[in-house]
């Protein structure tokens, strides 16, 4: 039976490759939108069900070959992303975060701008006095694609404009959208009004492109060389009066209570709306204090996108399997009885950790209700205890590791001064299949080498065929033997291969955010990189003397140090870390210098701030090129001291002759930077 399933998939994923190909790169799609699911929804199952999996998965391959057609360039400002929020409390942790780093009373309201999340394509509009002269997509947030001339097509985009307030030169962000009425018309022609807005903007040929009828809303600006407004209503306002449409559901509003009332009030309309959103997106209103709270490393701190309620379906609970994470975490996840929810089908439900299962007392063949909100990860919120049977027997969850047998732990988190929620494998280092294939997927991944065509599941079929075990392996790969493979032709290993060697060159803070150590993401690799500056300082780690140097900076704490100081002390990850720096060429490690105030100088901060958060002080240093430590040394050239400093903090300075600033002093210097 399972030898004419395998061909009926094969059949199966031959046809959607097809769909595929004529979709994204001959821009005419062969099917609805409707078939083109149903085909994929039944790879997906038959993947869930019977273990199926291959090259051309739609888990592994995401559309067709992407089009090289568009150059490419940098945005003057990125264009993030947003965080998200769900509920009430979620709003509430928003601003209270807010509120904190700004230093304000507990009881502080801030003015929001309120505007619905169209569902769309992003795109920044740069105009030089008055001129259109390039449009963007967003791309991956550094860069974009030029479609400057398909955006030009679109009647909503002016192409001169004259206003005497209009900036000298601005980058105009919205979103390139379809109407429903306007889909209705073309919809057996794409999946649905985003992919239909998607395709039209990646005509080779901007004259197809104007046949599409695109519209445009402008909502923000990335590049602004004289910036007026003091507010971002205003923005939005004067938006309207240069000839950009803007939406007429713009909402200025107070309190997280009429946030929510209103997120209610639109939530209810959506669907009589001409256009699809899914959310509601809110801006602290005024632009200073935009400004004061600034951006976290991939979105603002000042907006948040407050999606709309979850698509939930009920299934039933079929089994429960253990995933291990890079880390060791291990993850239950319910496999259910595939159930479409919100046009996607789902077989998988993560039930979080131990204590959810216990609280929830999760069970197999339980009935269950899932949740899918957004693009977050489908998750059981309850169970039916009704409908459960007589045989129905209570979860245990494992003591030893599903994958290598080692013993599981839950560690003492120092910080919440309670034991973890999450169960872990003790192993170490490589010495777990299901930890060492994790993080070969982690090293490849975007954010760290971005090794092209090794997606996550080319790296398990790659480990399967023993190709790859450790990441240094990767710089070793037989090609020849990968050209012998089912779906692997010799463009795909011609790309690979070039992928492989182009990833050679990196930079040190995405080598070390690559190795996977514990508690170093991406921000804590930066500030590892800035201090050590180059690989050579790196692996001096190996000294625990020489990580315990790591304490000065500031951001790195005791949880950090530790998880280096046991990374480094297992042989196996130390032989992969020296291997790879044998292999890799790292590029050098410009920092780049911000002229202000504190241009080169080294400050530290003791005492309790008036009306300033730890947080926004140290932002200001960085803004005015300065660095903030954790430690008095002879290198300091600033202490400031708040109220009721550590006295052994000053004493330390006044020796060594670093001069103590009070805050008063601090903040005359800040302006100064101004």
Known sequence: MKDSLSK????????????????????????????????????????????????????????????????????????????????????????KKNINFLAFDK???????????????????????????????????????????????????????????FPDEIDIRGEVFIETNDFKKIEKDF???????????????????????????????????????????????????WGFKISALNKTIKGINNLVKYHSDIEKKRFTLNFDIDGIVYKVNEFNLQKRLGFMATAPRWAIAHKFSANYSITKIIDIDIQVGRTGALTPVAKVKPVNIGGVMVSNATLHNEDEINRKDVRIGDTVKIERAGDVIPHVISVDKKLRTTKSQKYVFPNKCPSCGSKTIKEYNSTTKKIDAVRRCSNEGFGCEKISIEKLKHFVSKDALNIEGLGKKVVEKFWDLKLIKFPDDIFNLNFKKISELDGWGPQSVENLEKSVNKSKKIKLDKFIYSLGIRHIGQENAKLISEFLKNYSNFIKLKDERKIEELSNIDGIGETQINSLKIFFKNKTNLNVTMSLGRILIFEKNVIKKMEGAFSNKIL??????NNISRAEAKSIVENNGGKIVSNVSKKLDYLVAGEKPTSRKVKMANDLKVKILNQIDFEKISKLGQ
């Open 191 to 241: 999946a649905n009004p985003r992919n239909a807005a998607s395709g039209s903007l990646r005509q080779k040929d901007p004259k197809k492109t104007e046949l599409i009828p695109l519209k445009f809303i402008a909502y923000t600006f990335g590049y602004n060389s004289n910036m007026k407004e003091s507010k971002q209503s205003d923005f939005i306002k004067n938006l309207d009066k």
């Open 8 to 95: 009926e998939y094969r059949k199966k994923l031959s046809l959607l490759e097809k769909y595929n190909k004529f979709y994204y790169q001959n821009q005419k799609p062969l099917v609805s939108d409707k078939k083109y699911d149903e085909l994929k929804s039944e790879i997906l199952e038959l993947e869930s069900n019977y273990g199926f999996n291959d090259l051309k998965s739609p888990n592994v391959k995401v559309g067709y070959k992407p089009s090289k057609k568009f150059e490419k360039f940098k945005h003057k400002v990125k264009m993030l992303s947003l965080s998200n929020a769900f509920n009430e409390e979620d709003l509430i942790n928003f601003q």
């Open 107 to 165: 009881n502080y309201e801030f003015e929001y701008n309120a505007e619905p999340k169209i569902d769309g394509i992003s795109a920044s509009l740069n105009y030089k006095n008055g001129k259109l002269i390039k449009g963007l997509s967003r791309g991956d947030g550094d860069e974009g694609e030029d479609i400057t001339e398909n955006l030009k097509t679109i009647k909503d985009i002016p192409l001169n404009i004259s206003y005497k307030d």
């Open 604 to 609: 530290m901060f003791t005492g309790k701030l």
